[in-house]
């Protein structure tokens, strides 16, 4: 049997394979954030498909982090309940589901939130300027807000949480020069800069204990001037790791560039973008790592597991156009992903649909 459907487990929670959806926007929450039953069955669909974990979309800790239209929110213990009827029926399927928490920082939607976003510094390496400067009582607040929202996942049913440190939302943007121009405790060296991601690792600990799996997906590069290199981000990985993350989903790029999410991956060298990222963090981490990016073939998950380049395999695209494609390939059809990784997908996210594919919904229409 391929290792990719092999049990495993990571702090305890028990996986049936080595299949991960990466967290990806739905735009299916209610306008306050509350988990709906559209959500709820997109999210089914992927656990009667096979994926092993599933990832929420970043979902908002506070109202002011807010980044997106219908994005999915655990900032009150109102929202509980909607998610804990979701997570019985992923469980239903012998699947697991994580919830990314996030805050966009400078990214946050002014419309959407009614405030001006909140700037790690005065002016920021792109040239933007403008909101407030976050004080050190402020950085506190968020790293609260972190421990609360994971508190209230744990409570809502969630077999995990993960902190969104990746693509330009805040907690990368504390790691990453072009954002943090701090001269306090919080900029600088890297070690500074990774002190909130550090400071909520632990308030998160303190608040669902030492056996429920905390993540972290983080940048391995910015690609941006002045961003986060690799060297800084291993740095910082391993200061995670001593700190005692459980996993570690790593990606790239930025929604400012949108490297994180490339187009046209029709030939497999193009595919999982960021492995020579992947392979030099593995050197050097124990903690599993899972590896996302453009990935879109079973033989090339199976070598990146059996040649050491990462533990678990992410996709976010393939599985909008396939929830079932982990089963497809558990019985033998092995073609790649059907994805044409052309970013259509985000055109009905615009108009506030939702995320869909819009080649397999014509196809299905014609049908």
């Known amino acids: 049997m391929s290792k990719l459907f092999e049990p495993n487990k990571i702090n305890g929670m028990p996986l049936s394979n080595r299949f991960v959806r990466s967290a990806t926007w739905e735009g299916m929450a209610s306008a306050e954030g509350a988990c709906t039953p559209e959500l709820t069955a997109a999210y089914t669909e992927l ?15 506070r109202p002011d982090g807010k980044g997106t239209p219908r994005q999915l929110g655990l900032y009150n213990d109102n929202l509980i309940e909607p998610l804990h009827k979701m997570t019985r029926a992923i469980h239903d399927f012998d699947s ?37 400067q976050m004080t050190a009582d402020d950085i506190q607040e968020i790293i609260a807000a972190f421990a609360q929202a994971a508190r209230r996942a744990k409570d809502s049913g969630f077999d995990a949480v993960q902190i969104h440190a990746a693509h330009g939302f805040l907690m ?37 204990g030492s056996q429920f799996p905390v993540l972290i997906k983080l940048n391995s590069q910015d690609f941006v001037d002045e961003g986060l290199s690799l060297e800084d981000s291993l740095r910082a990985a391993l200061m995670l790791q001593e700190e005692g993350i459980d996993a570690i989903e790593l ?8 490297d994180h999410c490339r187009k046209d991956i029709d030939t497999e060298d193009k595919e999982a973008y960021f492995q020579t990222a992947a392979k030099a963090f593995k050197e050097k981490l124990q903690v599993p790592l899972i590896l996302v990016g453009g990935i879109r073939s079973f033989q090339l998950c199976e070598r990146l597991v059996d040649e050491g380049y990462c533990d678990y395999v992410a996709m976010s695209r393939p599985f909008i156009r396939e929830p079932g494609l982990v089963n497809r390939w ?16 985000r055109e009905p996210l615009a108009a506030g649909k939702g995320i869909y594919c819009v080649i397999d919904k014509k196809e299905k229409s014609k049908g």
């Open 172 to 208: 990368n943007q504390f790691l990453s020069p072009a954002f943090n121009k701090r001269d306090d405790g919080y900029g600088g060296a890297i070690e500074n800069r990774a002190r909130a991601i550090m400071e909520t690792l632990r308030e998160i600990r303190t608040a669902v």
């Open 330 to 345: 558990a019985a033998g059809d092995l073609q790649k992903s059907f994805c044409l990784s052309d970013n259509r997908c």
């Open 251 to 258: 990606s790239g790029g930025t929604v400012v560039t949108g």
């Open 96 to 132: 697991r589901i994580a919830v990314e928490l996030s805050h966009a920082g400078i990214l946050a939607d002014e419309k959407l939130t009614g405030q001006a976003p909140l700037f790690l510094s005065r002016v920021d390496g792109f040239g933007q300027s403008g909101g407030r």
């Open 47 to 61: 656990a009667k498909g096979g994926v092993g974990l599933i990832i929420t979309g970043h979902t908002y800790v």
